[in-house]
């Protein structure tokens, strides 16, 4: 959750505005003082986490499940020791 003056928020709406769409609150203060909280919408956002873990099913279903060692494996991948 971030805070920002009111006079800086009536600055920067349109980027603020893109900020709550992925997904941040902001607090709107005046003189020190929170005046009004700016919240990403509810619905919007339970369907794109649907939408999301739609997606990730149908991927698993087409390749396949993976395995611990795989897993593992992936991770360590291109680490340096």
Do not use: C, F, N, W
């Not at 009536?10 to 607090?27: F, N, S, Y």
């Amino acid at each position: 959750m971030r805070e920002i003056q009111a006079s800086e928020a009536k600055a920067h709406l349109p980027q603020l505005l893109a900020d709550v769409e992925r997904g941040e609150t902001l607090i709107i203060t005046r003189h020190g003082r929170a005046i009004a909280r700016i919240v990403p919408e509810v619905d919007r956002r339970h369907e794109e986490i649907d939408k999301a873990i739609r997606g990730i099913k149908d991927l698993r279903m087409r390749t396949g499940g993976i395995t611990v060692d795989e897993l593992l494996s992936s991770r360590e991948e291109g680490r340096k020791y």
